[in-house]
């Protein structure tokens, strides 16, 4: 019997640190549903203590899973360990993670502690904690910067304190695989009561090097992976959960462990979460990028006919890539839409949600003869970011562009119920569109990143353009997705200010 490997996903804590990537309740509800299908063990739903936007996004998240556990991040604080207790009350299985920091860098310079009041605080964290679950989860914060002694002295403090688990973060992304994979086994070996906790490893991407220090972690003991989908995180990111899992399961002659993973949800989960937060994901990426299974050379092509394994290590099917699948058309029906919707796992909150989106979907299906599932899940997600935050909504825009004469937009917006048009020139459609809502919204954001990709193949594809803005230090992530690439680049600008318009504010947990 090999050992399990236990995958915490962080996507939407971790993940969601990234700049532009913060994601609405609603969002991570869908994202989390997701997860809990691929059969994540642990999902660690936010920072309860960040905001209230974040602490009402861990309680919905803990009241609608029920197969994994749901985690809410706490500072080593009595009062966030009180807000991520909260949180996680309605959960099934709940976890709170609390952390400090145990780097001389971070000790000195960051929380003015001496190490003994740092493992004083570390201790009386984990009791807090413990008054609210059996399940707690402790991090030394830059671990892969901490001297490996006192590394020994508090997490053994910690385990007689009630940590079930032990996460090691390389929080800056600083170690390589075989330093961190011999800390790991050191501390298991050194402190006298490692035997009652789960070692865990939480790697940043800094060097590129997470996944494989993960890896190198689990060789050495570690049985749990903090990991992300799409390797989303901070600055370089997180470990990539869809890598992980491939490697443990594809390297089962060299790994004495293996995941529960339902890993046909993996493309699934990969495109959720890219069109959710925007950070779309190279072609080249490995398992879930576009061409991790295409094989453009002639010798390749040939081999694999011949016998798939000579070039490929893993099957597409495996981590769910399907032939684009035709599955509704203009005379599907609503009960079609509804039932189709439900095979793909999207569920909408309210009768009048799917109707909304049963509009849209007659819509698309005259522009468009063959919707794709990625069509649907695209038009699932624009129809629920109009439902979350209306203060702007497009009604109507016309936009004329013609060889030698300047692009001309005209925009009807309403805001806040009261319709407003405005006109404007531009170098192109879009930016004369966005210049068009820019003179009704008066924002003065700053636009960082403009993107379109085509959700499925062919001229008739839907676009999805997500946008970035910032203003005064908030950066947020808009959507939209439309056959016209610029009817989709306007949503997707209102979507981005409604949520700038939201003004949720939230701490970060780690500054
Ligand atoms: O990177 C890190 O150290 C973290 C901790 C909160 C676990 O994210
Ligand atoms: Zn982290």
């Known amino acids: 019997m090999k050992d399990k490997l236990i995958i915490f996903d962080t996507t939407l804590r971790d993940g969601e640190q990234s700049p532009g990537a913060s994601m609405t309740k609603e969002e991570k509800v869908r994202i989390a549903r997701q997860l809990e299908r691929m059969r994540v063990d642990v999902i660690e739903a936010g920072f309860p203590a960040a905001s209230n936007g974040d602490f009402e996004s861990v309680k919905a998240v803990a009241g609608t899973i029920r197969d994994s556990t749901v985690c809410g991040l706490a500072r080593a604080l009595e009062n966030d360990i009180a807000r991520a207790g909260e949180a996680i009350r309605g959960a099934n299985s709940g976890r709170i993670h609390t952390f400090i920091a145990t780097s001389p860098i971070h000790m000195e310079k960051k929380l003015r502690m001496s190490p003994d009041q740092v493992v004083e605080q570390a201790v009386k964290a984990v009791k807090w904690a413990r008054q609210y679950t059996d399940n707690v989860e402790f991090s030394p914060e830059d671990a892969g910067r901490s001297e490996t002694d006192f590394l020994c002295r508090i997490l053994e403090a910690v385990i007689d304190a009630g940590a079930t688990t032990l996460n090691i973060p390389d929080t800056v992304g600083y170690n390589l695989p075989h330093v961190f994979g011999d800390l790991i086994r050191t501390l298991r070996e050194r402190i006298p009561n490692s035997g009652k906790a789960i070692f865990s490893v939480h790697c940043h991407n800094d060097l590129g090097l997470a996944v494989a220090n993960s890896l190198s972690a689990v060789l050495n003991g570690a049985r749990q992976v903090e990991c992300t989908i799409n390797g989303l995180g901070e600055r370089a990111g997180n470990a990539s959960l869809e ?195 820019e003179a009704i919204a008066g924002s003065g954001a700053e636009l960082q990143l403009y993107s379109v990709n085509n959700i499925t193949s062919g001229t008739d594809a839907q676009g999805e353009v997500t946008v970035r803005l910032a203003k005064g230090g908030r950066i947020v992530n808009g959507q939209g997705a439309d056959t016209d690439i610029v009817i989709a680049s306007a949503k997707s600008y209102l979507h981005a200010l409604n949520k700038l318009h939201s003004k949720l504010e939230r701490a970060h947990p780690q500054v």
């Not at 959720?272 to 390749?300: D, M, R, Y």
Request: aromatic share 6%.
């Open 243 to 437: 890598e992980i899992v491939m490697a443990v399961r594809t390297r089962q002659d060299i790994f004495p462990c293996d995941t529960t993973l339902d890993t046909t949800q993996i493309v699934s989960a990969s495109r959720l979460v890219a069109s959710v937060t925007g950070f779309v994901v190279q072609p080249n990426k490995a398992i879930v990028g576009a061409n991790a299974f295409a094989h453009e050379s002639g010798i390749h092509q040939d081999g694999v006919l011949k016998h798939r394994e000579t070039y490929e290590i893993m099957r597409a099917e495996d981590v769910g890539w399907t032939a684009n699948k035709m599955v509704l058309g203009k005379h599907s029906g609503r009960n079609a839409f509804r039932s189709r919707l439900q095979e793909l796992g999207i569920v909408l909150d309210s009768e009048e949600a799917l109707n909304a989106a049963f509009v849209r979907f007659k819509d698309l299906a005259d522009k468009k003869h063959e919707i794709f599932d990625e069509d649907l899940h695209a038009l699932v997600s624009d129809e629920s970011s109009v439902l979350e935050h209306e203060h702007f909504k497009l009604v109507s825009l016309k936009v004329c562009s013609e060889t030698g004469e300047i692009p001309h937009a005209t925009v009807v917006v309403s805001e806040n119920g009261v319709e407003r048009q405005a006109e404007a020139d531009g170098g192109g459609p879009v930016d004369a569109a966005f210049k068009a809502i």
